[in-house]
């Protein structure tokens, strides 16, 4: 809201969001905001408002040993080989990759995502004991309980977890996995890299302006 009155749009974004439905009002102010943002100087106090944005989503703790990797659905190929790498330098004895296609994966058909990335950890010399995967999930809060339910059938209950997404998905991921694992646990946060975007550049795009927007109201409807 702030960024948004900084570039002279006061529309309520939020007034009106639903699960399933973003107002044409808000689809519209973002727009324009980008627009400004292409046309107008950006003023220091306008750029640490945007770094903020980007901030305030990638939420990163102190790296440390834990029970589990989990590795969101939806990421990009340099956040899952993070993830990797955080298993083959033992940062955990298992790793999870969970999610059925991603939006990149619009033509694939005969593979899920989980299994793609389970196959690059393979390749990379994880040992696929210690892969579980995750096949039929299709959004965030799935990646969460579908995963949970695995987890719960090899009666797997790790006291720790770091979790690995997008900086931007960050905090929403693990809000959901807070409230849907289903039992305590240490939670690390631990953003992998964006293949496209940075907090330094995604206002620059459109797609990646829009992705940091849409994730607000994203957060806001998972508060509300």
């Not at 999870?96 to 593979?111: C, E, R």
């Not at 997404?165 to 996995?177: A, F, I, N």
């Amino acid at each position: 809201t702030e960024v948004l009155a900084e570039l002279g749009i006061d529309t309520d974004v939020y007034a009106g969001m639903s699960a399933t439905k973003t107002p044409e009002e808000a689809v519209a102010a973002i727009d324009r905001a980008f627009e400004k943002l292409q046309t107008e100087d950006i003023n220091e106090e306008t750029e640490k408002k945007l770094h903020r944005l980007w901030d305030y989503l990638a939420e990163e703790d102190t790296l440390e040993k834990a029970d589990l990797i989990f590795v969101f659905g939806g990421i990009s190929e340099l956040a899952v080989r993070e993830a990797i790498r955080l298993k083959k330098e033992g940062y955990a004895p298992k790793i999870l990759f969970t999610g059925k296609h991603g939006s990149y994966m619009k033509d694939v058909t005969d593979i899920s995502e989980a299994e793609k990335y389970a196959q690059l950890a393979e390749a990379e010399g994880v040992n696929r004991d210690d892969i579980i995967i995750e096949t039929e999930s299709v959004n965030t809060v799935e990646n969460v309980v579908n995963s949970s339910k695995v987890l719960a059938s090899m009666n797997y209950e790790p006291r720790s977890i770091i979790a690995v997404s997008l900086p931007y998905h960050m905090r929403r991921g693990t809000w959901t996995l807070r409230e849907a694992m289903g039992h305590e646990y240490k939670l690390i946060r631990h953003p992998g890299l964006s293949a496209k975007y940075s907090r330094e550049t995604f206002f620059k795009d459109k797609k990646g302006w829009s992705y940091i927007c849409y994730e607000y109201l994203k957060l806001y409807m998972a508060w509300k």
